[in-house]
């Protein structure tokens, strides 16, 4: 008989065991598939010259892990929680805690199980469509196959099993833990206690809502505060501490905000608010915030657990933004090759079918160059360093070929023209003085800067190039070395680089030796090929460089391409799954409070309430409940995208403004269905 009465028990809440199983069917489904594509031996192997594919896949599983942990612990929490009413029914049978923690074991196991077999057969089905779209994203030359890895399948059972051994441990603990009488009624005692306030409540939920805005404030100025108090201390540690303050602000103002400042606010509207006793007016301000007191943690866990999700997809992208930047700036042909092997690269071209079509030779001479430094526009530090010197002939010949160079206009010899890395990249945090001494030179003058827009640095010896005069190229003291930038018509045969790799492969060479001694602002040097040929020095006052002799823009594509699909790949599941398991968490949430709603809702449909109007009050109690987790994910989220536009800069982020509204829509869907059983529970008869 018992047993019937656990089983009817068990059937009577599938409501709540519905969205448990989806959610638990999703996250076993997606750890499943991230496991069995970390084993795929030739997504790896097709994957592997440009990244490590199965370390990337692994953080993300582990992830994952994580997770799912959290998931089912706070839903087992939440079943075992909505049934001690029913515990103490089964205590006043007779039966046991141990009894009862066997057969809630049990129930639980069966459940999981289910979960698990249809979360591996669903993963097994659908790791083809995420591999396909992984392969996609990395533009991988791969045909995807239906793949079983049982390797994955005992790895996610393991990991289940290991879960469920904590499960079967909360559960001993919770029901151990507490006497199974009128548990809810105390516990909505507790809850009431809560709702009538104090002075203290309404200072504590006022510091909620300064804590956000001041943490936003923070958020949206934190460049320029950073770069102010570097000027006036010349201390670095804000680096650290202001973005771990604004944090901190926002986290503790959204478990203040959840906890004091709404009941706060209902409060004031039920005590100033006009016509608040009219048309269920009072019972919603009086639900409402139970309903929140009810679940404030979950539901400030749930916002900040999505928002970071967010800010983790900001920085997958601002990842890809720095790499697509630097490959834009750094690869302006097809093909960089030092030119001595030009004649060597047409020909292995024209042997696999491909074709030169121009080819620009820019001769640097590099040389050594004091300048000032300045680091977030506060820090001065004293530079030698070695600048590759360029003609202005040959640079305007170079930006016939390339119209999105600048023009460079030098009105005499002592003026400069700086094109370096990072100098937009990171939105000016590091800058450089204008004025550049070289040996036995006058010191330039660079009138304009610009982002390395002349080929990758590692080709060069420089940190940047100086567009000069003829003149004061000759002058200079230092080492010239041609470079070629070609054009061609590439192959069109599949794997024509890895064959070209082959024949003439990429390596680090031409290293050149200099030494050099700056005082009195005036700056002397040598450099050359031959370490013999430095005179007047000791081995140990020599400094080398070296650089390479190809870069192929074909290959740092792909490599791009690679490295940008994985991280957005695994960063936009994290975040898609961290935001579907804690709406079912904040539903599941809600769903406990089920049954004493519906006796509420059918006790006022028997004081003559309108369906109508039953229906108006669910729609906005849930609506208090679900808005202002949806308002505090979209502001945390904005405000972190934004201080990541404030260093790095992106046309990009439209992307992770757009998640934003996903995850938001993904949580009114929530908001729809819990509505949906509320009503429909309401309406039974």
């Known amino acids: ?4 009465l656990f089983w009817r028990s068990f059937l009577k809440q599938y409501k709540d065991y519905t969205v448990y199983f989806i959610c638990m069917t999703f996250a076993v489904m997606i750890y499943y598939s991230f496991a069995a594509m970390t084993r795929d031996q030739p997504l790896v192997q097709r994957a592997q010259p440009e990244i490590q594919i199965s370390s990337v896949l692994s953080l993300g599983n582990l992830a994952m892990l994580l997770i799912l942990i959290f998931f089912m612990l706070s839903a087992n929490r939440f079943f075992v929680v909505k049934r001690y009413r029913e515990m103490s029914l089964y205590q006043l049978f007779g039966l046991r805690k141990r009894r009862i923690m066997s057969q809630f074991v049990l129930e639980n196991f069966a459940m999981n199980v289910a979960a698990f077999v249809t979360g591996i057969l669903m993963g097994i089905i659908f790791s083809k ?27 996610t059972l393991l990991a289940f099993l290991l879960i469920y051994g904590g499960i079967a441990c909360q559960n001993a603990w919770l029901i151990r833990r507490n006497q199974l009488q009128d548990l809810f009624g105390r516990r909505s005692q507790k809850i009431l206690r809560k709702m009538r306030g104090s002075r203290w409540t309404g200072l504590l939920g006022v510091l909620g809502l300064a804590c956000l805005l001041v943490g936003y404030w923070l958020s949206f100025f934190i460049r320029e505060y950073i770069i102010a108090y570097i000027s006036a201390t010349n201390r670095y540690g804000i680096i650290l501490w202001l973005p771990f303050l604004v944090l901190t602000l926002c986290v503790m103002g959204t478990y203040l905000f959840f906890r004091f400042t709404l009941p706060t606010f209902f409060r004031f509207l039920r005590r100033f608010r006009k016509h608040a006793y009219q048309h269920l007016r009072f019972y919603a301000y009086g639900n409402s915030p139970f309903q929140i007191l009810s679940h404030w943690r979950s539901l400030a ?13 900001a920085g997958a992208l601002s990842f890809v933004t720095i790499r697509s930047q630097v490959l834009r700036n750094s690869n302006p042909s097809d093909f960089q090759v030092r030119g001595e092997d030009t004649e060597k690269l047409a020909s292995q071209l024209a042997q696999l079918g491909g074709k030169v079509t121009h080819t620009t030779t820019l001769h640097y001479k590099v040389t050594m160059a004091h300048t000032t430094r300045l680091f977030l526009r506060t820090d001065k530090s004293q530079q030698v360093q070695l600048y590759d010197l360029l003609t202005e002939e040959e640079y305007r010949a170079f930006a016939k070929q390339h119209p999105d160079l600048p023009a460079v206009q030098l009105k005499n010899d002592h003026e400069a023209v700086m094109f370096e890395y990072g100098y937009t990249t990171f939105r000016n ?18 009138k304009q800067f610009y982002p390395d827009l002349l080929g990758d640095t590692e080709m060069r010896y420089g940190m940047g ?5 003829q003149k004061t190229y000759d002058q200079a003291t230092g080492v010239v070395y041609p470079i070629a930038m070609v054009e061609a018509k590439l192959p ?3 794997g024509w680089s890895l064959a070209l790799n082959d024949t003439l492969p990429t390596s680090w060479g031409d290293e050149i030796y200099y030494q050099y001694s700056y005082a009195n602002q005036k700056l002397s040097g040598q450099l050359s090929t031959d370490q013999n040929q430095l005179k007047g020095t000791s081995q140990s006052g020599q400094q080398s460089y070296n650089r390479l002799n190809l870069i192929n823009r074909y290959q740092e594509l792909r490599r791009l391409r690679r490295e940008s699909g994985i991280f957005v790949y695994v960063a936009v599941f994290i975040g898609m799954t961290i935001s579907v398991t804690t709406a079912g968490i904040m539903m599941l949430r809600l769903f406990s409070q089920l049954a004493n709603e519906t006796q509420n809702f059918q006790l006022l449909r028997k004081l003559g309430i309108s369906r109508k109007a039953i229906r108006g009050i669910i729609h906005r109690q849930l609506a208090w409940v679900f808005a202002p987790p949806i308002l505090l994910i979209v502001c945390h989220s904005s405000f972190a995208i934004h201080v990541w536009a404030q ?15 996903v995850m938001a829509l993904m ?14 529970a309401a309406e039974s008869d």
């Open 1 to 4: 008989m018992l047993t019937k």
């Open 429 to 446: 945090t590091t800058t450089v003085d204008h004025r550049f001494t070289l040996p036995n030179l006058p010191t330039l003058e660079v």
């Open 301 to 313: 866990w749930a916002t900040l657990a999505t928002a970071a999700a967010l800010t983790v997809i």
């Open 129 to 155: 469509l995420f591999a396909m779209i992984l392969v996609k994203a990395m533009d991988l030359d791969l045909t995807s196959h239906f793949y079983l890895s049982l390797s994955s399948v005992y790895g």
């Open 492 to 494: 069109a045969e599949k």
């Open 667 to 680: 949580y009114v869907l929530a908001y729809g269905i819990t509505s949906h059983f509320f009503i429909r």
């Open 647 to 661: 260093f790095i800069h992106s046309e990009s982020y439209w992307l992770a403004y757009l998640f934003c509204v």
């Open 465 to 469: 190039v100086l567009v000069v005069t």
